[in-house]
């Protein structure tokens, strides 16, 4: 178990994706992340049906909490999300953001991971729209915008996926952050940050560059807008 809190909505926070880190080193990936300032990492949970790629599970998570002391915020691309929700907050994660597209009763999942401590995230796929999370996403800590198909780190960024971060804004208000994830780096960030995100995953263009803090900079900087 954990208990860090979700940083307050509001200010811009960078929650670097391990997906494109290196997996043999992971502990050492987090700590770089972790010593360029950032509060939280983004953790990205595959199972190979939902998506087509798998990545870890409770395991890997409650090893890599001995290590760090940011707020993992987990993103469940798994058709059971519910199922497994306990043993990822006994593991560790402080967050589970999980697809409406694979939860029948999503309020009531939202309400369990409440009930146990864990922040709560609904998220979408590009292609589903923002009505579906109309009624669920003002219960939840956070909302995630998809900006690519989920399963691979290193996308490009769907554009027309983004601008369904206007409706969400408006559909939450300012006090539920509003997360973004895929394809986004110093260029995308801007664009995001503008139409209201102030949570930016970047995957790719954090572990990829050899200097994480100088990339976590850049977003962090060119998001102010
Ligand atoms: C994609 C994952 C993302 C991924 C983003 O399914 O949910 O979190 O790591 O990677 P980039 O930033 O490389 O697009
Ligand atoms: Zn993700």
Redesign the pocket.
């Known amino acids: 178990m954990s208990n860090k809190k979700l940083p307050k909505a509001g200010s811009i926070q960078v929650s670097p994706?391990i997906?494109?880190a290196d997996f043999g080193s992971l502990a050492d990936e987090i700590a770089q992340v972790e010593a360029a300032g950032v509060e939280m990492v983004?953790l990205?949970v595959m199972d190979g049906h939902f998506?087509p790629n798998i990545t870890f599970g409770p395991p890997v998570v409650k090893k890599l909490r001995k290590y760090s002391d940011l707020f993992f915020d987990s993103?469940l691309?798994i058709t059971e999300p519910g199922k497994y929700a306990e043993a990822f907050v006994e593991a560790g994660v402080d967050n589970i953001t999980f697809h409406i597209e694979t939860e029948k009763e999503p309020e009531k999942l939202i309400e369990k991971l409440h009930s146990i401590g864990c922040s709560a995230g609904i998220t979408l796929n590009p292609d589903t729209p923002v009505e579906t999370i109309k009624d669920v996403a003002p219960l939840c800590d956070m909302v995630l915008v998809m900006t690519?198909n989920?399963?691979?780190?290193?996308?490009s960024f769907m554009a027309d996926a983004a601008e369904k971060i206007i409706t969400v804004r408006e559909l939450v208000g300012p006090d539920i952050r509003v997360e973004v994830?895929?394809?986004?780096d110093a260029e995308t960030a801007p664009i995001v940050a503008g139409y209201g995100a102030d949570t930016l995953?970047?995957?790719?263009?954090i572990f990829n560059k050899p200097d994480r803090a100088a990339a976590i900079q850049a977003i962090q900087q060119s998001a102010k807008v």
């Open positions: 994706s997906l494109s983004h990205d998506v993103h691309m690519v989920p399963g691979f780190g290193g996308q994830d895929g394809g986004i995953v970047a995957g790719n263009a």
